[in-house]
């Protein structure tokens, strides 16, 4: 495996289902982000985690909990979605969070909350 | 508030057609804008990083270039396999770790 990898890449659950998101950076890179696509917006930041540590909480609601075990994983549990949670979501990586590297991005998990 | 504009929503080329996309931006400070393609399905792929004002990089077909307000990515001589959104991407100096703004993109469409 190269570069940064998502599981699933599609995912339909129900309101009151529990799931999670995986992504896994092969990159070395000590920084990941969770990161949100809906159609007709930007790209939203969600979370950032620098050395494992979360050091960003772009004020998502509590359905959304992160969780980042070491520098290469990093899941998102999702728990009682609403319809409009759907959406692309998109890891990524950067060699450090606070520097002006780039980004790479992996393929995302099409979420479908029905 | 920090922003960031793309210009057109979308366009439509003939193969050899050559033109440019643009991003606007209106941030405090700016320590880095950004370029990426995505294809559909996919993720965003990055492209170039600029710094400074009058700054230029190519790739290819591809050159993205800098002033204080807006970037251009000129497309020279496209191909059909250059069909894709295009995403532009600042850092604010202000912003905190890791935060790009990132506008809504150009979706190119390149016709053989």
């Known amino acids: 495996e190269t570069g940064v990898t998502q599981t699933p890449r599609h995912l339909v659950m129900g309101m009151t289902n529990k799931k999670s998101l995986k992504c896994e950076q092969h990159l070395g890179h000590n920084a990941m982000y969770w990161y949100k696509q809906s159609a007709k917006k930007p790209l939203e930041l969600m979370f950032v985690y620098s050395l494992e540590e979360r050091v960003e909480n772009n004020s998502v609601p509590s359905r959304f909990s992160p969780e980042c075990p070491n520098s290469s994983h990093l899941f998102l549990h999702l728990h009682t979605l609403q319809p409009e949670d759907s959406a692309l979501y998109l890891c990524a990586s950067s060699q450090e969070s606070g520097l002006d590297d780039e980004q790479y991005f992996g393929p995302g998990t099409r979420l479908t909350v029905t | 508030e920090d922003q960031v504009t793309q210009s057109p929503e979308a366009l439509r080329l003939q193969e050899g057609e050559s033109s440019s996309l643009n991003c606007s931006y209106t941030?405090?400070?700016?320590?880095?804008l950004f370029w990426y393609r995505q294809d559909p399905g996919k993720g965003p792929e990055f492209l170039f990083t600029?710094?400074?004002a009058g700054e230029e990089k190519e790739k290819e077909r591809l050159k993205a270039t800098l002033t204080k307000k807006e970037s251009f990515l000129h497309i020279t001589a496209p191909k059909p396999e250059d069909s894709a959104t295009y995403l532009c991407a600042v850092r604010p100096s202000g912003g905190s770790q890791g935060n790009l703004i990132f506008g809504k993109g150009t979706k190119l469409s390149v016709k053989p």
């Open positions: 600029l710094y400074s």
């Open positions: 941030v405090s400070g700016l320590r880095g």
